[in-house]
């Protein structure tokens, strides 16, 4: 396993430190599904002693994004489909509440901020920087979270999107994907601006239902990386 030296900050504490550092890893595929993670290595590669690493570990397998078999190894976990569902399920739930609420409260300062982050994306997408694109998609809808006034449900919809997110990394790289993400939050941020709560959230529905629309294409590009939603399988 390679992993980035993680430089500690000495003011908090070590474990919930390569948590973050490991999750964010694993999220952006650095890390792929089958990777093995070895408490003696990580432990080398942190300067740490075992037991923040498997602190660590323990709160990454309570999002179900690594399998630990005791007394053997832990490896990075395959895509749930079913999860990423139910992630995708919360998910929509709670910004079609947000964009309505937003709509009918004009608030010209998140505008500027939601406009800020597409205009980063496009700048980020044009460079071919993946990761600065999501960090600037990711400000967005955390920025209309905060707005409306519910900062601590988009924290708890980030401990249930690991599977959801990466499934979304896969996707990212198709051709055209980038740009309806664009073209999706200029429309959302133009409705919102506009005071039209419905067709805030048509666009909204239109703009989270890409990915999983595309996921038998997704398994069949990359069966390695995913496991497979038995109850959609057998239906």
Known sequence: MQSQKLR?????????????HLREQIVSLELA???????????????????????????????????????HT????????AAARQAH?????????IVQMLAQRPDPLLFQRLQASIDLQRVS???????????????FHRDMHEAAGVTGLWE?????????????????????????????HQRLLDAIVAQDPARAQ??????????LSQVAEICRRYPEYVLADQAQSSG
């Open 33 to 71: 599904p089958g990777a093995p993670l070895s408490r003696i290595t990580l432990a080398e590669t942190y300067g740490l002693s075992q037991t923040p690493i498997r602190d660590a570990l323990m709160r990454l397998a309570e999002e179900a994004l690594v399998e630990i078999y005791p007394q």
């Open 125 to 139: 997408h044009a460079s071919g920087q993946y990761q600065q694109f999501i960090d600037a998609d990711q400000a």
């Open 8 to 20: 500690l900050d000495r003011s908090r504490h070590a474990a919930p430190q390569v948590f973050e």
């Open 89 to 97: 399920f919360l998910r929509r739930s709670l910004e079609l509440e």
């Open 74 to 81: 832990t490896v990075v976990s395959r895509i749930d489909i």
């Open 156 to 184: 708890m919809e980030q401990r249930y999107s690991g599977h959801l997110d990466r499934l979304r990394r896969l996707h990212l790289p198709e051709t055209g994907k980038a740009e309806r993400i664009l073209d999706d």
């Open 202 to 211: 048509q666009v909204l529905r239109e703009h989270l239902s890409g990915t």
